[in-house]
């Protein structure tokens, strides 16, 4: 299984982005899916998740600002990010339940204010 994340870049506060989490193979239609971020120098978060049924959870502090889905056909699970804060910074990376150890190379935001 490999995991790829994409669509990062540099934004200014108030703009939107939004991620790409791509896979080799199936995985991602029929696992629970996680977009994971690490500002730097912390820890990684987990900012949203996406199960195999298409129950959506979040993290507070991107409620209402971010969104997860997948598209099943083209085999990719996507976070919109509207309404960005310096403090949605960092590497995003995508994760699958089923894969927990595989965790690709990750994809920069960064929000300037």
């Known amino acids: 299984v490999q995991l790829q994340a994409s669509g990062g870049g540099l934004v200014l506060a108030g703009g939107s982005l939004r991620l790409s989490c791509t896979s080799s193979?199936?995985?991602?239609?029929?696992?629970?899916v996680r977009w994971y971020r690490q500002a730097p120098g912390k820890q990684r978060d987990l900012v949203a998740q996406?199960?195999?049924?298409?129950?959506?959870t979040y993290a507070d502090s991107v409620r209402g600002r971010f969104d997860i889905s997948r598209d099943a056909a083209k085999k990719t699970v996507y976070l919109q990010m509207n309404s960005l804060k310096p403090d949605d910074t960092g590497v995003y990376y995508c994760?699958?339940?089923?894969?927990?150890?595989?965790w690709g190379q990750g994809t920069q935001v960064t929000v300037s204010s």
């Open positions: 994760n699958t339940l089923l894969a927990p150890d595989v």
């Open positions: 996406i199960t195999e049924f298409g129950i959506t």
């Open positions: 193979g199936r995985i991602l239609n029929y696992s629970a």
